[in-house]
């Protein structure tokens, strides 16, 4: 730590600090290879978003209000003002909640600070490693304030993704538009006094527009501090301050974590089920079970006993979901799609139709589920039991590689699969080349056509 | 209560039976004077605060994005989209905190319902009676939700107009757009789980930001409604919802009272002093003790106490403002301004300079505070203890007469003090004479040019 950094004492200069000081002398390979797929992933899940009625709908809003055509609405080949290309981004990239998730808070960030980040970098000519810088900046932020106020900002109900996501995406913003000292903290208070997101909201598509909305604030917060917009030093920290109406148990130790070591990003997992990241732990132990009877769907099963996070019963035990939307959000649901072999990647799996099927259905009815306290949030543990009285317990939890060139294939097959229905062979490719060489670029080409 | 009536049950219903059934038959004269009134106060609180450095930043950023010229950015001559319209007119309209207020939530309530419908009615071709009845709506819905979450959700934190104001805001760009059922409850539901606004913003250019951005999430909650974007009936009520989230103890008492009776617009107060609307029971006192003492400074006061809600004390404690924004959050230099005859309800009097006067320092050094619980929000009971030994206690409330005809020359007369300096006195009264002949417009007329 230099003499400078010492200066900052506060939980708000800690992270006034971090937001100053970032920047590519810190990032390894392993930093910008990641970043990179961060940002692929996240594109492929918007142009798949894009198609979906929450998405279309905005488009539409934003083409009645016009504007300037300053930034991309992915997937559409249209243009719009930059809070417009936020917005939809954001909204349609977490559409089939599909996005990659940083699991000790649980929150979605790429989503919240890329969609902002590119609409801004798209308007104001930024370069590839300026994107890659602010993304890093404004998820170590989410991250940060995530473990600072978790368990309790989450476990009381607030959507972390959306409340933590908008301060993260001004952070962001303000590192790409250069932002300094007390101007950053302004584009963060604007965000912080106005984000909001809520679990309650979960199974809808106000979910994914909480996500949205966190983009386009985060956005319009260091626009506005860039432009001279002020702000109390007391909206993160008094007593009537985000801090203290977020979370009963607020620590300020992870907002001190020096720089220089592992960025949070390292930690973001991608995800390969289109369901509710809590119920990936219990698809994998229900997977497991499934190929290790070789693959037949086990009609000998008598009860299927899931054991996960608190949080899981919270959000996720629905015995009977009716929509789509409600079934990435029922662990029993999941469990038996993955326990008769269906494809958990494929966004078609989790349709109307699958929700009335007798043989899933059936397997729903034989689930129970267990809180408990020692596992964490992507973790499961499956008890299958037979007719024959034989148990098997499996442990669960998502598969994820730690080295980017591992993961990259994964990732790449997975935008083929989200990109190629909506924009072709030749589109996709593309896109997975403007992410692959990101940080050489400098500046965002034309992808609108895509 | 009809049949119909009686199907509504739980508190999201009693809401969706309130939105859905306040139509003009159910207003006397009495509503429609007040809502009459209410409007050209917030026309005119909005030409003046056109002029502050936060609307003229708002109003920057919206010529950058440009847009369709849907509604218009009160005083500036302007026009943008309604989303703009909404954000710029409701943060000039509280850049001066010189709004109307519903004392016992407390929170302003025309400020966000306004300034969604007057975009939306300007886009949309409405009547001057459908505007009204929105109004009404809005408020409605403000002050029942503010009612059944408070004393806790202000108390504790929530900048109740911000946060209660986007709720208040969809409802009555509902009402405005004509939606039904479960639509309303979309609206409602998409503006909630977005809905923010601290007090720890207070002070600051952040505060009246947060009211335009309850305007701006309101209108957009319910154009996206109206285009079939929908929502989870959980965002409000669930263990994880709004009313959880934001109060430890809400009633739906409030929720349930049967339509019929006099709507809450009756008991917004016009502020006529230029600051925060709990300082105005300490100010009528002061101002009645310098009357009492042939309108001379006091030089032979020993001291000032203030016993005040504790609400006063913890939003209006400030020994020292340093600028004029945070001078109107300060009871000791409110007292101070009226002791020595200043004009509390002239802007001007809220200005840095005053806050550096040395006989107004002087009087603030010798005031103390005490909270009580005893009395409302808007109450204060003034100790002033003389150099001869002598002590004189007044109590003071808001001045507020009961009958819209009696409070019109006082509200034409702020509407004067406040435009003129802006809009010319041509401008100005085409304002007032807009806003009498209201309720028999079948649109706005074109008033861009002001």
Redesign the interface.
Known sequence: MTDKANRFVSPDNHLLHLITETNPSLFDEYDLKKSGLCLLDWAAVAVAGSRE??AK??L??AQ?????A?STLIGTGKCG???QAALFNGTAAHAHDFDDTYPAIPAHTTVPVASAVWAAAERDGRTGLEIITSVITGIEVICRLGLALCPDHYR???HAS?TLGAIGASAACAKLHGLKGKTIMDAL??AA??????????????KP??LG?AAALGL?SA??AQ??????K???N?????Y??HSNDFSDAPLKKPLGGEFHIHGNHFKYHASCFLTHGAIEAAKTFFADNGGHPPTSIKQIHVCGHPELL?VCDNPGPQTGLAAKFSVQFCVALALTGKDTSALSTFGKHLTRDSELRNLMNKTTLEASANLNHEEAEVTFSLKDESTTKIFGEPVSSTEPDEERPAIEAKARSLCEPVVGKEGTSKLIQLFSALQTLDHIPDYSGL
Do not use: N
């Not at 432009?227 to 109390?232: D, H, K």
């Open positions: 009625p929450c709908i905005l539409d809003h009645q209000e016009g504007g300037e300053q003002t930059a809070r009381r109900g607030w959306a208070e604007l006094c106005r984000a909001a997101g809520t679990k309650a909201a979960f199974g809808s598509m106000a527009l909480q909305q319009e626009d506005l432009r001279g917009f002020t702000s109390s007391r909206v993160l008094a007593a009537d301050g985000f203290a109406l919270k």
